[in-house]
């Protein structure tokens, strides 16, 4: 799906933009929330918490960009 808002976006593939209280995403090029998740993150999470597993860390607060980004 291209961009999602609402309380909880769940997306099984590939999403562009997530935005709500808690996104997860396969994979992903942008999330804005409380909790974000992804197994591969193509661009930034910004949230209180935000798990990449090709995240610079996995696991960061406030911010969280790919690694090489």
Known sequence: SMVNFGFVNITQGTSMVDVGFVNYADATSFQLGLINA???????????????ENG??????IV???KGL
């Not at 992804?38 to 990449?52: R, S």
């Not at 610079?56 to 607060?61: G, K, R, T, Y």
Request: hydrophobic residues 50%.
């Open 56 to 61: 610079v860390f996995p696991v960061l607060p």
């Open 38 to 52: 992804t197994k591969a993150l193509d661009g930034l999470q910004i949230g209180f918490v935000n798990y990449a």
């Open 64 to 66: 969280n960009f790919r």
